[in-house]
């Protein structure tokens, strides 16, 4: 029978596991800290810890090795691309991106994806499996590795929909900000989702600090349709209702992704219908030029010129609007590109 792995377990898991082994809670900190900030890779490694009582872990628990891994780096922008194999062959991808001095890691909450968008390279391959805390946080500290020890902020917007898998990953979230773990602050941390109504909303309601994006890709709902079987479970109304409760709830501000496609949704007509969906509520908007992902030909990326133009009328109603630069699209690690393959070289 496998065992869990104890690096799946919050510090709070941690404290009930151990008083079950008829443990005094002391000595919690230090084991946590060996798993999550020390990166100890066997019971054997945690110097200080008495033998009897890492023999009583090992007997219970499992550290699974680090998973496989495979590096491209863009010849464009240096952007990193990680392509992670887990020991049962599940596959997913991590993404370090950097702007002037500053690095981001983009990770994965899924190997693959049920929601099945059409644009997205993910979404192609189907679902495989959710992704444990510990397989999370294994991507989190090779990026970081491979951003040179630091990074300023992580996006889940990596394969998969992180709020079908939001139990695991609310949990990789209390361990990388936990002080006696990684310590990485909640505020850096935004969660990117395709409108997973009722999540959206426990998240309004929890204690995390952490930020909220929404990817509406357009602002039309039959067109919404047509790119997302998403749409047909929750309406754009319901996820616009949510998100306001989620700004209304925690103060902050919320990051709308839309996704700029040649000829469908790319007119001050759309720009319009965007600003009518979110007018009055405390929100930013990323403007995505749609990247092309291999074999699929049905849709075509806008042009920078309307996506400007689209952007002035945004701004110009006083919505917050940055039209993102895509990177490391040479290795199709650009957004919508992810597909748990080497990619090119
Ligand atoms: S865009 Fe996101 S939610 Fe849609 S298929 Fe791709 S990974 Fe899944």
Not at 253 to 260: A, D, P, R, T
Not at 271 to 279: D, N, R, S, T, Y
Not at 282 to 295: A, E, F, H, S
Not at 297 to 311: D, F, I, L, R
């Amino acid at each position: 029978m496998t065992k869990p792995d104890i690096r799946d377990f919050t510090r709070q898991e941690l404290a009930g596991a151990m008083i079950a082994l008829g443990e005094k809670g002391s000595r919690i900190d230090r084991i946590f800290n060996f798993l999550h900030r020390k990166g100890a890779e066997s019971f054997a490694a945690m110097d200080g810890v008495q033998e009897e009582f890492r023999n009583k872990l090992a007997a219970r628990y499992d550290i699974a090795p680090a998973p496989a891994m495979e590096k491209r780096v863009s010849k464009i922008d240096k952007t990193i691309k990680l392509l992670f194999t887990f020991s049962d062959g599940a596959k997913a991808e991590g993404v370090v991106l950097f702007n002037k001095e500053t690095a981001s890691a983009c990770l994965s909450s899924q190997a693959g994806c049920a929601c099945g968008c059409t644009f997205c390279a993910t979404g192609a391959l189907g679902f495989k499996r959710d992704l444990k805390p510990s397989e999370i946080l294994a991507q989190f500290a090779a990026c970081r590795r491979e951003a040179g020890g630091k990074l300023d902020s992580v996006v889940f917007m990596g394969m998969g929909e992180p709020f079908l898998n939001w139990a695991n990953v609310r949990k990789s979230v209390l361990i990388l900000a936990d002080n006696k773990g990684y310590n990485f602050p909640q505020s850096k941390i935004t969660v990117s989702t395709v409108g997973i109504v009722p999540v959206i909303r426990d998240l309004a309601d929890s204690r995390l600090g952490i930020r909220l994006a929404v990817s509406l890709i357009t602002a039309d709902e039959a067109q919404r349709a047509e790119l997302t079987p998403m749409a047909k479970k929750y309406s754009l109304r319901e996820i616009i209702g949510a998100a306001r409760y989620y700004g209304d709830r925690t103060k902050r501000s919320v990051l709308f992704e839309y996704i700029v496609f040649d000829g469908l949704n790319d007119t001050p007509e759309d720009a319009k219908k965007l600003l009518a969906l979110i007018k009055d509520l405390i929100c930013k908007v990323n403007l995505i030029i749609y990247n092309p992902v291999p074999g699929g030909a049905v849709y075509k990326p806008g042009s920078v010129e309307k996506a400007k133009e689209m952007q002035k009328i945004l701004v110009e109603a006083g919505v917050r609007t940055h039209l993102r630069r895509e990177k490391g699209a040479d290795i199709a690690a650009a957004c919508g590109q992810l597909a748990a393959g080497p990619g090119p070289l």
